[in-house]
């Protein structure tokens, strides 16, 4: 890490005119297919698209129409690279003809979490630890936990859980554990405090996310493929979804395994070296980061004023201003997340993104940035906003249908039903190209259950899709409204694991949805009953809102889904060791969790001498002013006479923050009687430690 940071190189020639003739290709295919869409729909409507009515229609349709062809052509070039491939991988690039293996350099494995389930998060970062290690390659790596969790319950059981992932695998030479004390910029932020701290040490790092895990061959290669292009700043993996229990999650599973490959190699083909990345299960060259990366704070008021929330999309963006490339590699396996377990976890995900996203409408005029990430960040708006367009479309469309027709005129039902199914070839082709794909591997098709079961899963998922995303729209337009009106939302921790949502719940979230969804109804009967029939399938969305997202949320349906053979994946039919560890490791953590007597994680801290020196372990001394620490001294005297339960989570918190007051509550607990402690100390830690 001491020799200078390099000049990025230009991409070369012969790269740089793929780029054109490919995002040419792709503009001409968006745009000529969207204006004959235009002209053939101002046809169908009865004013000929000349009234102020219509000419809104038009442009709704013009710019989701234009988004549909967008997806179609991604799919399209995905289809293509994966049958003919692609000469532009980025892991093949500059790849030695002779076979010899790339040699590797140090590398940060850094995992940011917030008040995750400590277990759940070092099964995976233990999973992924073993998997480097029987690489043979350990040597160049190491691995960082950066904490910001909040609750001292969750940040003792974090210390707790890093020994002992440190005592299993002989790790407390490489893996390191470091809780902040100041939340400053969430993620971000604390991404960017390791990199002041430890960065210099790493020629990159391989970001995780909380519910990540990855195979060491995986990582390796990213690492090699970093040393092979060294005006690369950024090398994105396909993350897959596994080991999902409710029928929600088990849906979402099968799509993200069948369809993204074929989306992500499409997105690979046009993007090439002037891509975007996601945040985690990714690999970046540290010193341009550092040098390039930093993130601003956006000045004024109002919604897109603040922290900058979604920071991925804007650090690929800056990145690349710098002159180093960012690529999606499609075609690595060994790349795990998990998804909501339900479609309410969901929506609560994109609240969070929505807001971020937005924001990026002012990251866009900064100067200095390529064409294409400006196209990029516009199309992160675009994710969002165009729920909003496609309600107002047809909501607009709801308004022409209440219309009388003018005098001679009328609707050319033909036209309309040839342009509604072209809008259903762009919708669902995709995924029958995903499908003839496995199904033309027999190979393949086994691993998702057999052709049978594959074929199934996938009516079903198209199914279920298709009446969730009217429920999307109406919460995705509800979202971007909210921002637009300066309604901020708070980023806690994600809800990971599974759940059955109650009834009541459901009702209570989803019963406005299927009220509009009535109302709606009428109103379009009463319209016309043609128009009602044309938007019938949206409106079975919102009917079947309630019921729809319960039943899914279900675990037993899952797993009755799993046990006929629907919504199989490779990772279940076949799953790699990195996943069986995982599996296997999760539960034997759950056989022995401690028992509710055991005490509370701060109690533990404080009675038990080996956590409680754990602790101090990680806790600087620092020089309280007198106030302070006459403060703290208080607390614990208010925690010796009352107990701890008399201790709020603030103030458990100050005192877990500071080294002498908890030796000094350590001190005090064991040298009293233990007749006169409050019950809340007498627990088992007082007698024996874990």
């Known amino acids: 890490m001491g020799t200078p940071l390099p000049e990025p190189e230009l991409p070369p020639g012969d790269l740089r005119r793929a780029a054109f003739l490919r995002r040419s290709f792709l503009a001409a295919g968006v745009v000529l297919p969207t204006l004959a869409g235009i002209a053939l729909l101002a046809d169908t409507l009865p004013h000929g698209g000349r009234d102020a009515l219509e000419i809104l229609i038009l442009f709704l349709f013009a710019v989701l ?391 199934v899963s996938v009516l079903l998922e198209t199914l279920l899709s298709a009446l969730m995303a009217p429920v999307r729209m109406v919460f995705h337009s509800r979202f971007v409204i909210q921002t637009l009106m300066n309604r901020k939302v708070a980023w806690g921790t994600q809800q990971r694991g599974e759940r059955d949502m109650r009834w009541s719940e459901a009702a209570r979230d989803y019963g406005g949805v299927t009220a509009l969804g009535v109302v709606w109804a009428v109103v379009a009967w009463w319209a016309d009953p043609v128009f009602f029939a044309w938007l019938s399938p949206v409106l079975a969305g919102l009917w079947l809102a309630i019921p729809m997202v319960a039943l899914t949320s279900r675990g037993r349906l899952g797993q009755a889904a799993r046990e006929a053979g629907i919504f199989l994946t490779p990772d279940e039919t076949r799953p790699g060791p990195e996943l069986l560890d995982l599996w296997s490791i999760q539960r034997h953590y759950a056989s022995i969790a401690p028992a509710p007597e055991a005490g509370d994680a701060f109690v533990r801290a404080a009675v038990d001498p080996n956590i409680n020196a754990l602790h101090l372990g990680f806790t600087r001394r620092r020089h309280a002013p007198a106030a302070t620490a006459a403060h703290r001294a208080a607390l614990v005297s208010k925690a010796l006479q009352n107990g701890p339960e008399s201790l709020s989570s603030a103030e458990r918190g100050e005192l877990l923050n500071d080294f002498d007051s908890m030796q000094a509550l350590h001190e005090k607990v064991w040298a009293l009687d233990e007749a006169r402690l409050p019950p809340g100390w007498r627990v088992p830690p007082l007698h024996h430690s874990d």
């Open 65 to 455: 129409f234009a988004w549909l062809w967008i997806g179609f052509w991604t799919a399209s070039f995905g289809l293509y690279a994966l049958l003919a491939g692609d000469r532009f991988r980025i892991t093949r690039l500059n790849a030695p003809p002779d076979g010899h293996d790339t040699p590797l350099t140090s590398t940060a494995v850094i995992m940011p979490i917030c008040n995750e389930d400590a277990d759940e998060v070092f099964a995976r970062l233990r999973a992924t630890y073993l998997s480097v290690r029987d690489t043979g390659q350990l040597e160049h790596f190491d691995f960082y936990i950066l904490s910001d969790s909040y609750s001292p319950e969750k940040w003792v059981e974090e210390e707790l859980a890093w020994a002992r992932l440190c005592r299993e695998v002989d790790g407390f030479e490489r893996i390191h554990y470091r809780r902040r004390r100041y939340r400053v910029k969430k993620k971000s932020g604390n991404v960017v405090d390791f990199l002041r701290r430890w960065g210099d040490r790493h020629e990159y790092m391989i970001v995780l996310d909380a519910d990540s895990v990855m195979a060491g061959s995986t990582l390796v290669t990213l690492v090699q493929a970093m040393q092979r292009n060294p005006r690369v700043g950024i090398i994105q993996t396909l993350p897959y979804t596994a080991g999902m229990g409710s029928l929600y999650a088990r849906m979402q599973q099968f799509a993200n395994r069948l369809y993204a490959p074929m989306f992500a190699a499409g997105l690979a083909f046009w993007w090439l070296g002037d891509g975007q990345y996601w945040g985690h299960n990714v690999i970046i060259r540290t010193r341009p980061f550092m040098t390039f990366c930093g993130l601003p704070k956006l000045g004024g008021k109002g919604p897109f004023a603040g922290e900058i929330l979604s920071h991925d999309f804007v650090e690929a963006a800056l990145i690349h201003r710098g002159g180093w490339q960012v690529w999606v590699a499609p075609d690595l396996d060994g790349s795990w997340e998990a998804v909501p377990p339900t479609l309410t976890d969901d929506l609560k995900r994109d609240r969070r993104w929505c807001q971020g996203n937005l924001q990026h409408a002012r990251i866009m005029k900064a100067p200095g940035l390529h064409g294409m990430q400006r196209f990029l960040l516009f199309n992160g708006i675009m994710a969002y906003v165009n729920a909003l367009l496609w309600g107002l479309l047809l909501a607009a469309t709801t308004l022409a249908a209440l219309r009388p027709l003018p005098e001679g005129a009328m609707t050319d039902l033909d036209q309309a039903l040839r342009l509604f199914m072209v809008t259903l070839v762009l919708l669902f082709v995709p995924k029958l190209m995903s499908l003839g794909l496995a199904l033309g591997d027999g190979e393949r098709a086994r691993l998702f259950g057999g052709r049978l079961r594959l074929s």
